[in-house]
């Protein structure tokens, strides 16, 4: 008889301290239940803009001179120096025009950078970056979600007086992947209150 109230408090205990955390769970199955249908509508325009969100392609002209090579900002090889306008379609959705200024160095994790994005269309992010060494990813320019570079960029600049910019963003891949699914790590999918 001792052994069935032991047992019989120790279900009912562990009920009550597992109700919080099925609370959690429940709210957080309730939401994407409850954004189900908003999901299905706005699917394959997401799928769209997530494949678009899978590279960068800049091109521009000016005064300038650049060769780049880069596996995620930490392995970086080039230099490049001038100022150049540009129609930009980046990363984290950056669509228009702008001029930069730069100038920069790089051998694999050593190296110098000074770069501006300056006068630039609503929806090119205004913005500075000066660094030594290898850049930081916490810094607000490589923010995973809003930040105007991405840390984890594939790819290469290359110019002299025309120049492009060519990347491909793994981490895009990845939510691109997931889309399929409906999850979104980006958090970038379009749903009512995007309008």
């Known amino acids: 008889m001792m052994k069935k ?112 994005m300056i006068t630039n269309s609503p929806w090119v992010d205004n913005y500075v970056e000066m660094r030594t060494g290898i850049p930081d990813p916490t810094v607000r320019t490589y923010d995973f979600f809003t930040g105007p570079r991405d840390y984890w960029a594939i790819g290469g600049s290359l110019g002299f007086l025309i120049d492009g910019d060519l990347y491909i963003h793994p981490v895009e891949w990845l939510d691109f992947a997931l889309g399929f699914l409906l999850i979104d790590i980006k958090q970038d999918d379009l749903t009512l209150d995007s309008f």
């Open 5 to 116: 109230l032991f047992l019989i408090a120790a279900v009912l205990a562990g009920m009550m301290f597992s109700l919080p955390m099925q609370a959690a769970e429940r709210s957080a199955a309730g939401e994407f239940f409850d954004r189900l249908p908003e999901k299905l509508v706005f699917y394959i325009p997401n799928r769209l803009l997530d494949a678009l969100d899978m590279f960068s392609v800049n091109v521009g002209a000016g005064l300038v001179a650049q060769a780049r090579l880069m596996c995620t900002r930490a392995i970086d090889v080039g230099a490049g120096w001038g100022t150049t306008a540009k129609l930009y379609k980046s990363h984290n959705r950056q669509y228009g025009c702008g001029i930069e200024e730069m100038w920069y160095y790089s051998l694999i994790c050593v190296g110098e950078e000074h770069y501006s």
